[in-house]
């Protein structure tokens, strides 16, 4: 409920607003004045009342008037009430009465029973006159009875507006939805499914927007339409929307279409339809070429040409071409079609060059379909047939291998082939065969395929793996059409044998096996070839400190010889003690090489070095008739052991080994090994002596050395005790005789203190005479017994005699005399 005070009230009588004359709202005729009729208009607050109009309306309404006691006021009177527009009403502020139209009717005129007497009347009203205030169509509500011959009824007023309250009862107001404002299709042509759009819906008062509905027409010509069809109802709160639709299904036809908004209010708040601004016509069909040619008819390796012409777009343009084949045996029954490729080509006409059957026998047509720009493919122009003839290819009329008997790959040539009618060479198919005695073989084996296009070629082949074996070939065309139209084969007109090894030599010997030479002599024999001749024999050497471990082979030299045996002078090595030994192999006349045959040992001899002869000094001599020599063994370079070898004058060797009673050290002896040979008695006079040393192995001899000695008589006196009188003479001789000793080990000559002169010297110093020759033959013992390590021929210990005083006696002398013998 709301309330609402007048604004503004006026009574209006006779042309004028009567401000000045009364400030009350009458009704009636007021007779003093001629009866003038009184209107009296009423002005409320409108803006308020429309605004509230907008989404409510009124379930009741009432006015609330005070009646005062003018006019007739003592009794009930009818008040006619309308709804109006009044305009020129002055203000409430003002008094002045101006002149006015009288206030127009909106509304039929309501007629209530204001009751008798002055005081508030509240005075139920139609909402027919709040209708027609809310709504616009008047500003004012109006008491008007016409002419009258009652006198006016009047209400409090103008100086009080408070006393004109209408009271109005709103309760919210329902309207239904708006139709969208827009409509329309995205596609004016098209073959399948479009999109209808549309926008600018509102929902109603209490009305929201639950849907939309659609509906279409159809046309046969896009003006005389058919009854609008329920299509579908699109479930959304949106103020726009879309749906695809589909264009009719006759092509060429025409469709439209309608939305309306659905709200919750319901059906009877939906609003109008909207119409879409534009159809959607279904395309028509393109039509097929009207000629489709093939050419030629006959083929074989031939490009084949087809071409078409008067072919059209329906409703929409040509934008290419399917093209498919079928094939068939007997041009009656075909195969499906099969799509080759789709042209894009907007032409009415065109070729193209398809790829076709290359089956001798086969039969091919061609179906092409016009495709317009919507997809849409005509019916099929089927080209007239075309055949496929082909031959097969030609065999090579040549075919051999460049060699009959080989080590390695040979080479496998043909030629004279040729291709077939539509059936280009494309490559060679080779097989093997392979025998044992170049008569009887074995099946073919697949080789390799050459890929070419040549009438002749070539490729490298191989003999057999089993020696001495045979190897032919054979040969076929291989051709574009496939192996239906394979040549014949043609088989090689010569074979391949694989070579044999030769045998390497039964013998092959290296001499000698110890050598000091400079060669070595290697000797080959036993050789025997194979299916080719001897070429050459490469010989190779290992050599070896120890005979055990041997370094690798290397390559000494080739010998260039066909025979079966042979010789050749290797130089040796001359590295002392060095062992070699060789092998051989054999080579034939393909570079086959046969298995090494190894050769004995050999190895490098060198004679030991030259022994020292300590005694005798060359050209002296001795008194011992088996004299001593002193020898002292060389070196033997390859680390053999020696034997010493002594010969006196030209007698026998005498050696270490086999006469070992002669040698202080006797046997086989190392390097610089000591040893005394003692001769047996030899004759006084004069003698040579000879000495060397062969080495163990082969007895390979140093250099000899030689010295000249003389065995001399004995020089003394024998001296008898008590008889013999010792004399200057006898002092004299043994020390000739003793130097003579020294000289023989080579040992300085002794000078002696005092010189010995018959009569002269006297006795008294004799005694110091034979001191002093006993100490200058000490000397000669110590270098005997310490020259060796063995004692065998030492000179025994001495004991000296007592010398006494005055002349020696004869036992002094003696033992002096025979001790020089014995050195």
Not at 11 to 37: C, H, K, L
Not at 786 to 810: E, V
Request: glycine fraction near 8%; hydrophobic fraction near 35%; include cysteine.
């Amino acid at each position: 409920m709301a309330t609402y005070q007048a604004t503004n009230a006026c009574t209006w009588r006779n042309g004028s607003w009567i401000a000045g004359v009364t400030d009350y709202v009458r009704q009636g005729v007021y007779p003093d004045a001629n009866n003038y009729e009184n209107v009296g208009a009423m002005l409320f607050d409108l803006a308020s009342i429309r605004n509230t109009y907008a989404n409510y309306y009124p379930t009741s309404a009432s006015i609330h008037l005070v009646r005062i006691a003018a006019g007739d006021w003592g009794s009930a009177r009818t008040m006619t009430l309308y709804a109006g527009n009044a305009s020129g009403m002055p203000a409430p502020s003002s008094s002045t009465s101006v002149s006015g139209s009288r206030p127009t009717k909106v509304t039929s005129g309501y007629n209530y029973t204001v009751s008798a007497g002055q005081g508030a009347k509240d005075i139920a009203i139609s909402t027919a006159l709040i209708d027609s205030i809310g709504s616009g169509a008047s500003n004012c509500l109006f008491m008007d009875a016409g002419s009258s011959t009652l006198n006016y009824m009047g209400f409090g007023a103008r100086d009080n507006l408070s006393q004109i309250v209408l009271t109005i009862n709103w309760a919210s107001r329902t309207t239904a939805c708006s139709a969208p404002t827009s409509c329309s299709l995205n596609a004016t042509l098209s073959e399948g499914n479009v999109t209808l759009s549309w926008s600018g819906a509102s929902g109603g008062i209490n009305n929201s927007i639950s849907s939309y509905e659609i509906q279409y027409s159809d046309s046969a010509d896009n003006i005389t339409w058919g009854a609008w069809t329920a299509l579908t109802t699109v479930t959304t709160t949106a103020t726009s929307g879309s749906a695809s639709v589909a264009p009719p299904s006759t092509r060429g036809n025409y469709r439209r279409f309608q939305v309306r908004t659905r709200g919750t209010a319901g059906a009877s708040y939906y609003s109008g339809w909207k119409v879409s601004t534009n159809s959607v016509r279904r395309n028509t069909v393109p039509s097929a070429p009207t000629t489709a040619v093939a050419s030629p008819s006959n083929y074989s390796d031939e490009t084949i040409t087809l071409t078409w012409s008067g072919a059209s777009g329906g409703t929409s343009a040509i934008k290419g071409y399917q093209i498919a084949s079928r094939t068939s045996t007997d041009n009656i029954t075909w195969s499906s079609w099969s799509v080759l490729t789709t042209l894009t080509l907007s032409a009415s006409g065109g070729s193209y060059n398809p790829n076709v059957s290359r089956i001798p026998g086969t039969y091919t047509q061609f179906g092409i379909w016009t495709i317009d720009t919507l997809d849409v493919y005509s019916s099929e122009m089927i080209s007239n047939s075309i055949y496929c003839d082909i031959t097969a290819c030609v065999a090579p009329t040549a075919c051999s291998v460049n060699a009959t008997l080989a080590e390695g790959n040979v080479t496998l040539s043909w030629s004279g082939a040729s291709g077939g009618a539509g059936n280009a060479i494309t490559s060679y198919e080779i097989q093997y065969s392979d025998s044992a005695d170049n008569s009887t073989w074995g099946d073919w084996t697949a080789l390799t395929t050459v890929f070419t296009s040549a009438t002749s070629g070539s490729v490298i082949v191989s003999p057999p793996t089993t020696r001495g074996n045979y190897r032919r070939f054979r040969v076929r065309t291989r051709g574009a059409a496939g192996e239906s139209f394979y040549s014949d084969w043609t088989v090689s007109s010569n074979t391949v044998r694989r070579n044999t090894l030769p045998t390497p030599p039964t013998s092959f010997t290296a001499a000698p096996a110890i050598y000091e030479s400079s060669t070595v002599t290697l000797t080959w024999s036993g050789t025997i070839p194979g299916t080719s001749a001897i070429k050459q024999y490469v010989i190779q050497r290992s050599t070896s400190t120890d005979g055990i471990n041997w370094s690798a082979y290397e390559a000494l030299t080739i010998v260039v010889s066909s025979a079966t045996s042979g010789t050749y002078i290797a130089n040796a090595s001359q590295i002392a003690g060095m062992y070699t030994r060789y092998r051989i192999s054999v080579t034939d006349s393909l570079d086959a090489v046969s298995a090494y045959v190894v050769s004995g040992t050999v190895k490098k001899n060198s004679p030991p070095t030259a022994p020292v002869i300590v005694c005798p000094v060359s050209g002296s001599s001795s008194y011992k008739a088996t004299p001593r020599f002193m020898i002292t063994t060389g070196i033997e370079p390859d680390g053999q052991t020696q034997i010493v070898e002594v010969k006196i004058d030209t007698g026998v060797w005498v050696n270490s080994v086999d006469n070992p009673e002669m040698f202080s050290v006797s046997g086989y002896l190392g390097n610089g090994v000591k040893t005394v040979y003692q001769s047996a008695a030899l004759a006084a006079g004069n003698h040579t002596v000879t000495v060397r040393c062969l080495d163990s192995d082969i007895a390979s001899s140093s250099p000899e050395v030689v010295r000249t000695f003389t065995v001399l008589p004995p020089p003394f006196e024998t001296i008898t005790a008590n008889e013999t009188h010792v004399k200057a003479i006898h002092i004299q001789m043994l020390r000739t005789a003793v130097n003579t000793v020294r000289s023989y080990y080579s040992l300085s000559q002794v000078t002696w203190s005092e010189e010995i002169v018959a009569g002269k010297s006297t006795i008294k110093n004799w005694p110091f005479h034979i001191t002093e020759l006993r100490k200058a033959i000490e000397s000669v013992i110590t270098i005997v017994n310490n020259f060796d390590s063995s004692s065998t021929f030492d000179i025994p210990s001495i004991t000296w005699l007592p010398i006494g005083t005055g002349r020696p006696k004869a036992g002094v002398m003696q033992q002096i005399q025979d001790l020089i013998l014995e050195l």
